[in-house]
């Protein structure tokens, strides 16, 4: 089992690349709008690429490899599922509209119901 810790950015590199990654996607918004009198392809071509070394940056660091690990861990564990046969779906789905339909009905009447016990019964408001 991993460590139960919050564990947070401890090496003065990894603040290093985390705020270099930080300004360069700034850099990057910053850019986009500076070059605002530019043609569109150059201004999303800045954005594109600052953007790209932002997270290439953010990806060089430990949070970075964490996030990767994360991933590839995700990958692994959707692998292993055993998914349902169409068959089985598709009677869950079944089941799942009939449940529905019937709570809606069971809704409707308790509501209709309690509509004419209080407005009827009670308070004597015809329609």
């Known amino acids: 089992m991993a460590n139960p810790e919050v564990q947070t950015v401890s090496t003065g590199a990894d603040k290093a690349k985390l705020a270099a990654a930080a300004l360069l996607v700034v850099a990057a918004v910053v ?21 790209a070394a932002g997270v290439g940056v953010f990806f060089t660091s430990e949070p970075g490899k964490q996030l990767i690990a994360y991933g590839q861990d995700s ?6 599922v055993v998914w349902p046969t169409r068959k089985e779906a598709m009677q869950m789905t079944g089941y799942v509209f009939a449940f529905v339909f019937v709570m809606a009905l069971f809704l409707w009447l308790t509501d209709k119901t309690l509509e004419w016990v209080i407005y009827e019964l009670i308070l004597g408001w015809k329609r």
């Open 31 to 51: 850019v986009f709008y500076v070059l605002g009198k530019q043609d569109l392809w150059l201004r999303v071509g800045a954005l594109v690429l600052l953007m």
């Open 75 to 80: 990958a692994r564990e959707v692998r292993k």
